[in-house]
């Protein structure tokens, strides 16, 4: 909202500069947006009469006036103005004056005839951006009289941002109410006393519409609507950013200004029968003011006559009933809509006015009979007329609850000991009428003030004019202690790192996806389904972290990246038995080649094993289990289950050849996820002493069937309690020539050690046998 500063102290004027007025609303919720003078700086400039215009003896073009400015004689100035006349009233710029753009007025000679001024047009004084000759003043202008105190240019205009919920402030009186309550001056308020009628002329008024809660009209005969405009009146409406129109419509826009309250002023006239408010029929069509037509249907309110729509309530009128400078009656009307009737209704015709800006966040319904009595009594001091009485319908309007305010809660809330006393005075100065109970207030919230309902509202209230400033920025206290960690659970920000340090990059998606994304990598057709999703193609929550990681892959990708190697962990959601689950993971994604191109090794694009080495380096020292097995997002051939002992905790494997294609990917990915809790978890490192004496290797070497996985063997040896063996790894496997078909050979290193003696032949042949033992348990030979 835009207002005259001049215009608000008019009502309430606090020992406050400008600025600090400016802080004090601010501080106060009602942010000040901008501040800017109403006026361009210039001094000395006065209302002058011009008494003698004669023609300058030396230039065809100029003219020597002899012109009062309120001194004992008249001063000589040549002008040059085509508009210059004996007997107008102008703007004056003394010897000493500085107009804006600094120009200094001097005593000159022109053409050999000395002038002691200039005549001013508005452009000079920067109060217009054209203008044709001198700024003609009206002719009562006082001779002498400053400028800016003639028109009240020592003005300051602020531009208030208003949040939503306090349009009480959406007019003079409000922001009158407000700046009283905030610095505890007087207000002086424009009482607007009924006005008598003269005339029994009425006009039915019929409301069949519940969101009209009241609803008042008055009829105003022999009216003047060709009448100026107060010039009073007309810096007010500019300087509020409404332009002059007529007298009429001048009034009702003041008004709207003044007191908050929307009106509007039909010709009488051009009126049929009675007012009706009533809901629109469905493809209703009106013309509005602005010569938009709006086709409507039953959520739009109509003002309407007998015969046809007048005017869309609470937004516009229409264009067949305004008022125009050949009126003679009018039809005067205020009325109170619900906000959640006019809420939006004028944004979907690409509206926003000034009357819907109000409607739509509540108007103050016990002031509209006051607005009506101030518009008449303006109406009949501009235009004259006589007044019939005023027409009211009164309908549902809302009721203001009382509400508990407890001195306790207030404490507890602010941080702040406000006495009961304190509390009251504040209270007071709010307007709000309300009843001690003990310590506690049961407060009424005025009528206006529509965004106060609980305890929490009040207690704003008391913050904000209590002042922010006051209440102490205390810091926090409390009692800091270490909190026990675990030495079993690593963080997940070291194993970020160590994915870091394996030349991934971290990536944050979002937790939904697009339904065919789900269906196609993870086989869900029964995802968890976004009631409200922000787009369409983040229609449901995922299941798989490898979704987001395809997506980053494809930008990578389309901006030219040739390798990309991507992680993420974070929360996926599955929806079993009705409910709904959450697991967190880590996953990751790898592309390209193994490393950067360089000259020190052969390029080789990442496979199967790669990945499976990065999980290992995840989980060491522990050992992982991959276990063959299908999954919907991966290659049949080159897919995994991964186990950390008998528990599944993720996948492995190559992205499937039809989802390469179909997401456009040159060639294959390979990805892995796998469960963070497993992945957290750990063991506490156990020291040991360092053996004196040299380990023993043996190695075997076994025949088996190419269908025995290596696994099985490995946990068959590592299940054998033996007393020296320390360690078995593979180290060769061989196919061919000295072999059966279908048949490997897998040679195992056997390391044997005590850290106590030197082991002897007989305790070492004791453990190996046992490891031979388990292995032909397994179905293999050992190989002679």
Known sequence: MKFSENWLRSWANPALDTDGLGHQLTMAGLEVEAQEAAAPTFNNVVVAEVLEVVKHPNADRLNVCQVNVGEAAPITIVCGASNVAVGVKVPCARIGAVLPGDFKIKQAKVRNVESFGMLC??????????????????????????????????????????????????????????????????????????????????????????????????????????????????????????????AVVDITNYVLLELGQPMHAFDLARLS???????????????????????????????????????????????????????????????????????????????????????????????????????????????????????????????????????????????????????????????????????????????????LGIEADLIEELARIHGYDNIPALPPQGQLSMLPVSESLRPLRRLRQLLVSRDYQETVSYAFLEADVERDLCGNSAPVTLQNPIASQFSVMRSSLLGGLVGALRVNLSRRQPRVRLFESGACFAAVDGSY??????????????????????????????????????????SLCFV?????????????QIFLGEQAIGWIGEIHPQWQQQYDLPQAAVWFEVELAALLSGSVTRASDVSRFPPVRRDLAVVVDESVALDSLLDELRAVRTEYVVGVELFDVYRGKGLENGKKSLAFRVLLQDTQKTLTDAEIERDVGQLLVALQSCGAQLRG
């Open 628 to 640: 063959a097995a299908t999954h919907p997002a991966s290659h049949p051939g080159r897919s995994a």
């Open 581 to 622: 689950t959450q697991t967190e993971r880590l996953a990751g994604l790898c592309y390209g080649s193994i490393q950067p191109e360089q000259w020190g090794a052969a390029a080789r694009s990442v496979d199967f094993y790669d990945a499976k080495g990065d999980v290992e380096a995840l989980f060491a020292p522990r």
């Open 121 to 246: 047009s508005a452009k000079e004084l920067g109060l217009a951006e054209e203008s044709q000759g001198l700024w003609l003043l009206p002719a009562d202008a006082p001779v002498g009289t400053t400028i800016r105190a003639y028109l009240d240019l020592d003005d300051t205009l602020y531009t208030l941002k208003l949040t939503p919920n306090r349009s009480d402030c959406l007019g003079i009186a409000g922001l009158a109410r407000e700046v009283a309550a905030i610095t505890g001056c007087a207000i002086t308020p424009v009482v607007a006393a009924p006005v008598a009628d003269s005339v029994p002329d009425t006009l039915p008024v019929t409301v069949s519409a519940a969101a009209c809660g009241l609803y008042c009209g008055r009829v105003v005969r022999g009216v003047n609507a060709a009448a100026a405009t107060p010039d009073w009146m007309v810096r007010r409406l500019e300087r509020s950013g409404i332009r002059s129109i007529s």
């Open 273 to 451: 029968g009675g007012i009706t408010v009533r809901p629109a029929a469905a493809g209703e069509k009106l013309e509005l003011l602005n010569g938009q037509t709006v086709e409507l249907n039953p959520d739009y309110l109509l003002i309407a006559d007998d015969a046809r729509a007048l005017a869309l309530a609470g937004i516009m009128g229409g264009a067949g009933s305004g008022v125009e400078t050949t009126t003679t009656d009018v039809f005067l009307e205020a009325a109170w809509f619900d906000p959640n009737a006019i809420a939006g209704k004028a944004r979907s015709f690409g509206l926003n006015t000034d009357s819907s800006f109000r409607f739509e966040r509540g108007v103050d319904f016990v002031a509209t009979r006051a607005a009506m009595e101030r518009a008449t009594q303006l109406l009949l001091d501009i235009c004259g007329g006589a007044v019939g009485p005023i027409s009211e319908v009164r309908g549902e309007l809302p009721q203001r609850a009382p509400i508990l305010l407890r001195t306790s809660r207030v404490k507890r809330v602010l941080g702040i000991d406000l006495s009961v006393q304190q509390i009251e005075g504040i209270l007071d100065r709010l307007r709000f009428r309300f009843a001690l109970q003990g310590a506690d207030f049961l407060v009424t919230p005025p009528s206006y003030r529509f965004d």
